[in-house]
């Protein structure tokens, strides 16, 4: 079963600011994070992280928030970090090319769209915590994503988060079955509508 980003985001993983959100309908993504941090107005962090990543599957996390407003990632980068086995994207900041990212499936997560490229000569980290939509992400740190979000889930509580996740799933999938029976979700949840004004 694939647990979504709500589900997780409801069973103890981080969630991340709503702002960052799939640059294209129905990205998804899920893996362990590498991560950057973009010098001012500079995307070289990026570019070094993509071409030195090893682990196949892995989802490459970025603060570009100095300043958001740029283009830090395009269809070129796209290609390169498909071709050297990254799975997504997550920035806190701007992406551009989005056609020719969704011709390609490739999954990005971003702030918002900006077509004003960035440098790419200086400043940066890689490897180090970064603060990504309000989330500290470390490296190896599980990051989901899909059309509610993006969710972190830290490496320490990797098994317990997905344990509640498949139990939360599986309780849904008893709560569905009841109400396609008939019953309602007041009756199943236990909910207690005496409060409300109604005529």
Not at 87 to 113: H, K, M, Y
Not at 116 to 121: P, R, Y
Not at 177 to 187: M, N, P, S, V
Request: a negative charge; proline letters at 5%; glycine letters at 14%.
């Amino acid at each position: 079963m694939a647990l979504g980003s709500a589900t997780l985001g409801e069973s103890g993983a981080l969630r991340m600011d709503p702002r960052i959100k799939p640059a294209w309908a129905g990205a998804k993504v899920a893996g362990p994070a590498i991560t950057a941090k973009c010098g001012k107005a500079d995307n070289l962090a990026i570019h070094v992280a993509v071409a030195e990543n090893i682990i196949v599957g892995t989802v490459l996390v970025v603060d570009a928030t100095n300043p958001p407003e740029l283009g830090y990632w395009g269809e070129v980068l796209t290609t390169a970090a498909g071709a050297n086995d990254i799975a997504g994207l997550v920035i806190d900041g701007g992406c551009r090319d989005v056609d020719g990212i969704e011709e390609l499936g490739f999954p990005v997560f971003s702030a918002l769209v900006a077509l004003t490229g960035a440098g790419k000569t200086k400043g940066g980290t890689i490897g180090k915590p970064v603060t990504v939509g309000g989330v500290e992400v470390s490296q190896g740190d599980w990051i989901v994503g899909d059309t509610d979000g993006v969710v972190v889930i830290p490496r320490k509580d990797l098994d317990k988060v997905l344990d509640k996740g498949v139990a939360r799933f599986e309780s849904e999938q008893q709560l569905f079955a009841d109400l396609k029976a008939g019953k309602t979700t007041i009756e199943l949840l236990g909910l207690d509508p005496s409060g409300l004004d109604k005529k």
